[in-house]
């Protein structure tokens, strides 16, 4: 992939959607979510087309408090999985990415200033000024190597008046299957954060 990936939602959509651009602004995913599911299932395409699915997203349990999410390619190969730490994301959110078939996390992705997120939810639902609240409170995510602790990515929030925008930043070496989680597991973390505020 070709970083940083820029990533837009609409804040308004009844399904939600995220639409994913490379550096030089090329489609490099589109994500949606299926309505109405008791257990989370998610599809990830090509592009907005939905021409080509890449994979699936779905999770282990119906309620997610400490859910965890299993990646899926289109031919049935395990890509790895995501998973949110329950008591530890009460405050600070706190997840764990697995490579394929194994139970011992690879990386972790932890926030790195909750006030951000507190402010941005809380402004933003203030009457009229809280339209601007994408201007004001941007929350960053940085994933890190669980056995060396070096940062390899990290999730910022972008400025934004009418959509969410985000930027995922690549710092240190990764394969070309962690990067594939990687960015998996921030787009999940979008959607699971979003629904927290």
């Known amino acids: 992939m070709n970083f940083p990936l820029s990533l837009r ?25 299926k309505l109405f599911k008791l257990r ?6 090509r592009d907005e087309s939905r021409s080509q699915l890449l994979c699936t997203i779905q999770a282990n349990k119906i309620i997610d408090w400490s859910a965890r999410y299993f990646f899926t390619a289109a031919d049935g190969s395990d890509l790895g999985s ?15 990415i697995f490579a394929p078939g194994d139970n011992n996390p690879d990386f972790v992705i932890r926030e790195e200033n909750p006030w951000a997120k507190v402010g941005d939810r809380f402004f933003g639902e203030l009457p009229i000024i809280g339209i601007f609240a994408g201007y004001v409170f941007h929350p960053r995510y940085l994933v890190t190597r669980k056995s060396t602790g070096q940062p ?3 999730l910022s929030k972008q400025s934004a008046l009418w959509e969410g925008k985000f930027l995922i930043e690549k710092f240190g070496d990764a394969n070309e299957q962690e990067e594939t989680s990687l ?7 979008i959607l699971l954060e979003k629904r927290r505020g």
């Open 9 to 33: 939602f609409k804040l308004l959509a009844l399904s939600p959607q995220i639409y994913v651009t490379d550096a030089a602004q090329q489609p490099v995913l589109y994500v949606k979510q």
């Open 183 to 189: 960015t998996l597991s921030l787009l999940m973390l």
């Open 82 to 96: 995501v998973g949110r730490k329950g008591m530890r994301s009460l405050w600070r959110a706190h997840y764990e």
């Open 152 to 154: 390899v990515f990290r």
């Open 40 to 45: 989370e299932k998610i599809e990830v395409f």
